[in-house]
């Protein structure tokens, strides 16, 4: 299993661009869920969803949309790029509900740098 | 809406040196995790706990449920070079609920 994986690793964008964060995940994992990171913030969420079809909003949702059309795959668009989203973003999956005795397992990230 | 306190925020200790991290809310909690990420990776998982009181290990760590539900502790003894990264705590108020995250401590080990 290549687990979670995210695309690109690395992005810079202009204010005012679109771009889409890719993320799929090979163990059927029915939640999925984007968060991103700041210094000294920690993990923040940002959309997540229980299953292909459904999705909803976490803690720091504006600026991004998601859909989820397939069990494996979890995109996050930004459709107007801010400054303020600089940010590390993180995609996670589990089989259930992340934590009551669900393993979250987490992508390698995807640094976005909007100037 | 719900916050973790993370302390200390950093640490550079010696290698061998035991180390002990907190979590504390202001709300209770009925389910506290423990994550290390590695420089330039996601985070992975190290401990759960699900009931007050509860104390638990995974090799060098060790970490606890506080009593009131309020906080956590996680420790590490013998520190060596590869226990350098950052650790989050995560608490749950219940299933299905959202997971919220300490801001993280940054460790640090001197060889």
């Known amino acids: 299993n290549a687990g979670v994986t995210q695309t690109p690793k690395f992005q810079v964008l202009k204010t005012g661009q679109s771009m889409t964060l890719q993320c799929a995940q090979d163990m059927n994992h029915e939640y999925m869920s984007w968060y991103r990171q700041d210094p000294g913030m920690g993990l923040r969420l940002i959309h997540y969803s229980v299953g292909a079809g459904i999705t909803d909003q976490g803690e720091v949702p504006n600026g991004y949309n998601v859909s989820r059309s397939t069990t494996e795959d979890f995109p996050l668009r930004l459709l107007s790029a801010a400054p303020s989203q600089t940010s590390v973003y993180f995609c996670?999956?589990?089989?259930?509900?992340?934590?009551?005795?669900?393993?979250?397992?987490f992508g390698p990230g995807t640094r976005l740098l909007v100037l | 809406g719900q916050q973790l306190n993370q302390s200390p925020q950093s640490m550079f200790i010696q290698e061998g040196e035991d180390v002990s991290m907190n979590c504390t809310s202001s709300s209770i909690f009925n389910t506290w995790l423990w994550y290390k990420q590695d420089p330039g990776e996601g985070p992975v998982l190290l401990i759960a706990l699900y009931k007050a009181g509860e104390l638990t290990s995974n090799g060098r760590l060790t970490a606890q449920f506080g009593i009131t539900r309020k906080d956590s502790f996680l420790n590490i003894s013998a520190s060596i070079p590869s226990d350098v990264g950052i650790y989050f705590c995560a608490g749950q108020l219940y299933y299905g609920n959202k997971l919220v995250f300490g801001a993280g401590t940054i460790l640090r080990v001197k060889s």
């Open positions: 996670a999956s589990s089989y259930g509900i992340a934590g009551g005795q669900e393993t979250q397992y």
